[in-house]
């Protein structure tokens, strides 16, 4: 099993930055592909981004494209979504999630196994 854990949500403006964290333990050398999707109030859960365990291959929305970078820290088990020119469209729950497959599609939220419980983010206009 692997426990995820977010932080780094909060208030900020349009225009300003945020960046996310997402803790990973237990098994985590059992994970693949670390992803970041978000929900807004009244609206599915959509993908953002996500990178590849081993050999940091990431992948963006293309709303996010130019503005957010994902990296991680393999010594820390943590991945950091860097959010810069935020709108106030990108307020929303961010969950971190775990796949555990090599599946080739990053974006489908069915092949994520793994779960943290969200943080918020809010951009004021």
């Known amino acids: 099993q692997v426990q995820l854990v977010e932080s780094g949500g909060g208030l900020v403006q349009a225009g300003g930055s945020l960046r996310l964290s997402c803790l990973a333990s237990?098994?985590?050398?059992?994970?693949?592909?670390m992803g970041w999707f978000r929900q807004a109030p009244g609206k599915e859960r959509e993908f953002v981004s996500a990178?590849?365990?081993?050999?940091?291959?990431?992948y963006y929305t293309n709303s996010v494209k130019g503005r957010f970078t994902l990296s991680r820290d393999n010594a820390k088990n943590t991945v950091y979504l860097q959010m810069n020119s935020l709108k106030p469209e990108d307020t929303a729950v961010y969950y971190c999630?775990?796949?555990?497959?090599?599946?080739?599609?990053?974006?489908?939220?069915?092949?994520?196994?793994?779960w943290g419980r969200g943080t918020q983010v809010t951009v004021s206009s």
């Open positions: 999630a775990g796949d555990r497959e090599p599946h080739a599609t990053v974006d489908a939220q069915h092949f994520y196994d793994y």
């Open positions: 237990g098994r985590t050398d059992s994970v693949y592909t």
């Open positions: 990178i590849r365990w081993r050999d940091s291959d990431t």
